[in-house]
């Protein structure tokens, strides 16, 4: 199963980015955090230290915060987010 993250770009996403060293994305209601966290650490090749889940709508945020020694601006800058 493929799951669509779109990262989520808003000032206060870039925010977390740079003083929590979290990325937000948005995806649909059925993925769960696992899945979630398992995606991010193949797809970028880092360490995710927790990831939290806002539900809005129709919609699924994940804030995923990355372990220290991955800085998250470095993803943000890769996918273009920055």
Excluded: C
């Amino acid at each position: 199963m493929t799951i669509q993250l779109k990262p989520l770009i808003t000032e206060k996403a870039v925010m977390l980015i740079e003083s929590q060293n979290t990325i937000t994305f948005r995806t649909d209601k059925k993925t769960n955090k696992t899945e979630i966290k398992k995606e991010v650490e193949s797809l970028f090749d880092v360490k995710v230290d927790k990831v939290r889940v806002l539900l809005k709508g129709n919609q699924k945020y994940f804030y995923v915060k990355l372990k220290k020694n991955f800085p998250a601006i470095d993803i943000a800058t890769k996918i273009g987010m920055i």
